[in-house]
């Protein structure tokens, strides 16, 4: 039987890094864990306590919160205290507050704890901003995926045109360049291509052809 490995993908919003790990997972026969969902799944909770979004009620929030990820037929399902919220997690308003909910240690600390039993077993896919540098180090493949800001902005307006909302390719654009530039200047974990990284630009390169490069990497 082939090694089951533990892949780490990394890279600023919009790179395709949920869609292609979900299908390469799938290929491969692996887990594939959205860390960017269960920071999206606090940064949900906080905001259920009313605006504005403060570090006192994020705190708050994380402490007794429980975030589960279950990953069923290639799809991610994410729950808060037993409470599916999938869908919810996703919208623009959470979007606006993840990276001021991310930057905390104390919810840094509690996600990374969880993501690490999640990645034990192998045979896992994770994605997010730190796996390589920080949650999964000795990771066996370690990818860092990109795109220029306006093909990821575009992608991301076609995503949320198709799902009913209405924003404009400019609020998209400012929305990921705003969060980038958090994630990357924050002090703990900070988004950065991991040293031992493979640097992969998709701008112009399709899902399957992404999809291909990854598996590709992961053969044994
Ligand atoms: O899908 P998108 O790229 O918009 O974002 P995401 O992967 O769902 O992640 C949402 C946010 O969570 C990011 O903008 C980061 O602030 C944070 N995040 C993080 O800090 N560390 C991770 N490993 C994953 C996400
Ligand atoms: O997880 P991340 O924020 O990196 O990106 P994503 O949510 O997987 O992808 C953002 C959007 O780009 C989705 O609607 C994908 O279908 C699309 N996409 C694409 O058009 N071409 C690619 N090579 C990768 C993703």
Do not use: N
């Not at 959205?34 to 940064?43: H, L, N, P, S």
């Amino acid at each position: 039987m082939a090694k089951k490995l533990v892949v780490a993908i990394d890279g600023p919003a919009g790179a395709g890094k949920s869609t292609v790990a979900q299908l390469a997972a799938k290929k491969l026969g692996y887990t594939y864990i959205d860390t960017g969902a269960m920071y999206r799944a606090v940064a949900w909770k906080t905001l259920k306590a009313g605006e504005p979004v403060t570090d006192e009620k994020i705190l708050a929030t994380v402490k007794d919160i429980k975030v589960a990820l279950r990953y069923e037929a290639g799809m991610t399902k994410v729950f808060v205290d037993g409470e599916e919220v999938t869908d919810e997690i996703r919208t623009p308003a959470v979007s606006a507050v993840v990276s001021q909910v991310a930057r905390l240690g104390p919810v840094r600390e509690k996600m990374v704890e969880q993501q690490r039993e999640m990645a034990a077993a192998g045979g896992v896919l994770m994605d997010g901003r730190d796996i390589a540098t920080h949650v999964l180090p000795a990771a066996d493949v370690k990818i860092f995926l990109t795109a220029s800001l306006e093909e990821r902005a575009g992608r991301r307006w076609k995503e949320m045109k198709e799902k009913g909302y209405a924003m404009t390719l400019e609020e998209l654009r400012a929305d990921i360049a705003r969060r980038d530039k958090a994630d990357s200047e924050r002090e703990i974990s900070p988004l950065v291509q991991a040293e031992d990284a493979e640097l992969l630009d998709t701008t112009g390169m399709s899902i399957e052809e992404v999809v291909d490069a990854i598996t590709g990497r992961c053969r044994v």
